[in-house]
Every structure is written in structure tokens, then in C-alpha cells.
């Protein structure tokens, strides 16, 4: 899932696609084969999407664990 700043940007990307259940619903999938693999913005990129989904305890926990990204 992506924030609606950044959707626009992603959808620009030829890594990324509508997956064919979830795209209707703000997801966006991101082929991990058709570049080289930046595993810092995939971990930005699902970090952002859980806190968009999870919720406020879950995203509290997460902020608690060592090494969190905040």
C-alpha cells in the first residue's frame, strides 16, 4: 500500500504494477526481478506500507524494536 503522495511516482516506475486483486485497493506490486534490487527502499517502502495498515498498538510495537525505521 502507498501513501497518495508518493503513488503517482511509483506508478511512473516500470517496477511497479497493479497486482490484479489488490491494485483497486491502493496496493502496488514492485518486480524484483526487472532491476537491481535496493533492499534500503524496499524496506522504506514496506515500512511505510504497514504503518499505513497496521494498527496503532501494532506500529507502536514496531517503534519499540531495536533498529526500528522511523
Known amino acids: ?13 516500470s517496477r511497479f504494477f497493479f497486482p490484479a486483486y489488490m ?3 491502493g496496493w502496488l506490486g514492485l518486480d524484483l526481478t526487472a532491476a537491481e534490487v535496493d ?11 504497514y504503518r499505513m495498515v497496521a494498527s496503532k498498538k501494532l506500529v507502536k510495537q514496531l517503534d519499540q524494536q531495536p533498529g526500528a525505521v522511523t
Open 23 to 25: 491494485g483497486p485497493f
Open 39 to 49: 533492499w534500503e527502499e524496499v524496506t522504506e517502502l514496506l515500512d511505510a506500507s
Open 1 to 13: 500500500k502507498v501513501d497518495e503522495s508518493d503513488r503517482k511516482a511509483l506508478e511512473q516506475d
